[in-house]
Structure formats: C-alpha cells, structure tokens
C-alpha cells in the first residue's frame, strides 16, 4: 500500500506557473509506473501525464511543451512543472499509482487559473 499526499495547487494568473508535488508515504523506488490526473467540473478525470521508474514519460496533446513530470526516488515525491497556464487548465490534480487489486489515489489539489 502506498498514501499518496498532493500540494501546490493554487489560483494563478493565466500564463504562470505552478508546481505541484505528490509525496508518497513509502519508497516508490519500485513503484514502476506514478502519474498526474486530472478533473475539472462536470468533465471525466483525464491522465494529464507519467513517468515510469526508467525515466519514460508521456503526457496529455493538451499538456504537451508545457508540463514537465519528474520524480525524486531519494525523495519519495513526483513532481509536476506546469508553465504558461491556461484556464482551461483549472482543475483538481490528482496524483496516481496504478495497482492491483486497485489503483492509488491522492486527495487531490485545487489548480485555479484565472484569465
């Protein structure tokens, strides 16, 4: 099992930047696969981007050139760099670690960008 705690989240003007942390209560050296969801208002949550323990990243069309994802194993934390905000961007981030018999979820943080 791993709790997975999100910070950063902010209200933010349009065209800045914010940077969102997900701390994880264990070591996530072997955790092979963490990620960054997210779900605005009356919309599906959307992957927004991850990482795997190599270092492979891949993200959202909509994040693209924008967003950087990044984990610190020393740390137990993964990070997400967003830069030139949009609106659109505004929603609640999730962090993530899929597992079975069930997926790992953080609570979430607010991410408000104002036009």
């Known amino acids: 099992q791993v709790q997975l705690v999100e910070s950063g989240g902010d209200l933010v003007q349009a065209g800045g930047s914010l940077r969102l942390s997900c701390a994880a209560s264990r070591s996530i050296f072997g955790i092979n696969v963490m990620g960054w969801y997210r779900q605005a208002p009356g919309k599906q949550r959307e992957l927004v981007a991850r990482?795997?323990?190599?270092?492979?990243?891949n993200y959202a069309d909509s994040v693209k050139g924008r967003f950087t994802i990044s984990r610190d194993n020393a740390k137990n934390t993964v990070y997400l760099q967003m830069n030139i905000l949009k609106p659109e961007d505004t929603a609640v981030y999730y962090c993530?670690?899929?597992?079975?018999?069930?997926?790992?979820w953080g609570q979430g943080t607010q991410v408000t960008v104002s036009s």
């Open positions: 990482i795997t323990s190599g270092g492979s990243t």
């Open positions: 993530h670690v899929p597992s079975w018999p069930q997926d790992y």
